[in-house]
């Protein structure tokens, strides 16, 4: 076990939530909206078949779907209405991520653009948003493997998203909006 990995790990961890908090309590009487951005904004998988020099580069190449970069704007140019960014990734990617986003002129800033370690770790930060905020709409593919040519899901995170006083926006829909398969 590495401990500085470990202490690195916990100190985002408490960042990110701190940030995640400050966030909606200065957001609390309007429509927030969480958007994932792997494979529901931006056209992640068919990068994972190619190389590069690094997952910095990665991220940077990955294409944006244009529906959602439209969307986001409208959400973020609504004073009824905020969005925040939250992502599975390392921590280490914060920088490319928001890099990414503003080159790709989706409304995003330090203070909107949360990462965590795993799709299962967006369930705690759901749960916080419908104890801080009135209304929450999650939009959120949840899903991976399409590289390998069989779309899977985390079935467990959406079961309970699905019970949450939120609304979530999954898959089907997604596709459907972006016009396009993934």
């Given amino acids: 076990m590495n401990i500085g990995r470990v202490l690195f790990n916990y100190i985002a961890d408490c960042w990110f939530r701190r940030k995640f908090r400050l966030f909606l309590r200065g957001h609390r009487h309007i429509s927030v909206f969480i958007f994932d951005i792997d494979n529901t904004i931006a056209h992640t998988y068919p990068s994972l078949r190619q190389t590069f020099t690094s997952e910095k580069q990665r991220h940077l190449t990955l294409e944006a779907f244009p529906k959602m970069q439209q969307l986001t704007r409208a959400i973020a140019d609504s004073p009824s209405r905020t969005l925040i960014f939250l992502t599975a990734r ?93």
């Avoid at 986003?101 to 990462?115: E, G, T, Y």
């Avoid at 985390?154 to 398969?181: D, S």
């Fill in 90 to 182: 390392s921590y280490k990617m914060c920088g490319s991520t928001l890099e990414w986003l503003r080159q790709n002129q989706f409304p995003a800033d330090a203070s909107n653009v949360i990462i965590v370690p795993s799709a299962a770790d967006k369930i705690k930060y759901a749960e916080m948003a419908v104890s801080e905020v009135s209304r929450v709409w999650l939009v959120d593919d949840m899903s991976y493997n399409h590289e390998n040519g069989a779309v899977k899901f985390y079935e467990k995170e959406i079961e309970l998203l699905l019970k949450m006083p939120l609304k979530y926006i999954g898959y089907q829909t997604i596709v459907r909006f972006q016009n396009k398969h993934l």
